[in-house]
């Protein structure tokens, strides 16, 4: 199976025609073993505070855990996010995901949400949230919790039939991600995709950052905690939607709340 596979860094023309043809990349090698063994142990201590048993998600854990707050703004990511988006967007979320150990097929879907689903914006569905997953644990091998996707899904104006969607019947075009930790993935909300099975005897765990234009609403708080704001750097303020918007609410004069995304980039 090809690999839509980009380099880390800068988002090229390459990168961006890929993107939309398949609705999703790969980037590799972007947190050292050290990095992933840190953001390994903060996401165990989330979900043993959360007590989560069996699947289980929870959510703000980069205001508490600083290997996870890192990665917010990561550089080998975060050009790929703006060459996407260009300067104006949020972190609408921030999901650790842990998948037990022996999981389950998850079902196929689309993100978005239930109070307004997306596919009643437009058809096809829009980008409104961009998500970049973190590997955690390693996924170098089909049936150790990855991801699967079904390429350029984001583009059909066909339904996935319920049959595939309920697990009755297989799509023969399905990718099965297989990356190491440390890996990221890159992908459109409108993309079919589903947690594939896991046999390992661990649990399996990634770190999600959703990204969105700055009029979506957060999904994982109701507001941002203060002493998080008051610690953290002015650029991952701005990414939780603390900026200046002189007319009510995004109007002629709203500047580029990320004022230090060249540096970033460069």
Not at 31 to 57: M, P, Y
Request: a negative charge; charged letters at 20%; hydrophobic letters at 35%.
């Amino acid at each position: 199976m090809l690999d839509p596979i980009v380099e880390p860094g800068r988002f090229t023309d390459l990168d961006s025609f890929i993107f939309e043809s398949w609705g999703y990349f790969i980037i590799p090698n972007v947190l050292s073993k050290d990095e992933v063994a840190e953001c390994l142990a903060a996401s165990k201590r989330l979900h043993a505070a959360a007590g989560t048993k069996g699947w289980g998600q929870v959510g703000r854990g980069y205001e508490t855990e600083a290997a996870l707050e890192k990665l917010i703004d990561h550089p080998a990511v975060l050009p790929k996010i703006r060459g996407i988006y260009g300067d104006r967007f949020i972190l609408q979320s921030g999901w650790n995901t842990m998948q037990p150990a022996h999981g389950k097929m998850g079902g196929w879907h689309q993100d978005g949400s239930s109070a307004y689903n997306f596919n009643k914006v437009s058809s096809p569905i829009p980008l409104i949230q961009l998500r970049a997953s973190y590997l955690l644990t390693d996924q170098s091998k089909p049936r150790t919790g990855n991801m699967e996707f079904i390429p350029g899904s984001h583009r059909s104006m066909v339904v996935l039939p319920d049959t595939v969607r309920k697990g009755a019947t297989e799509v023969p075009i399905g990718h099965v991600i297989c990356a190491p930790a440390g890996s990221v993935l890159l992908f459109h909300n409108a993309l079919w995709h589903r947690t594939y099975a896991h046999d390992g005897d661990y649990d399996r765990f990634t770190m999600h950052y959703i990204y969105s234009p700055p009029w979506i609403r957060s999904s994982d708080r109701l507001q941002n905690s203060q002493e998080f704001l008051q610690r953290t750097t002015p650029l991952r303020r701005a990414l939780m939607g603390e900026f200046e918007r002189p007319d009510a609410p995004y109007g002629a004069n709203y500047p580029n709340p990320h004022v230090d995304l060249q540096n970033v980039e460069d």
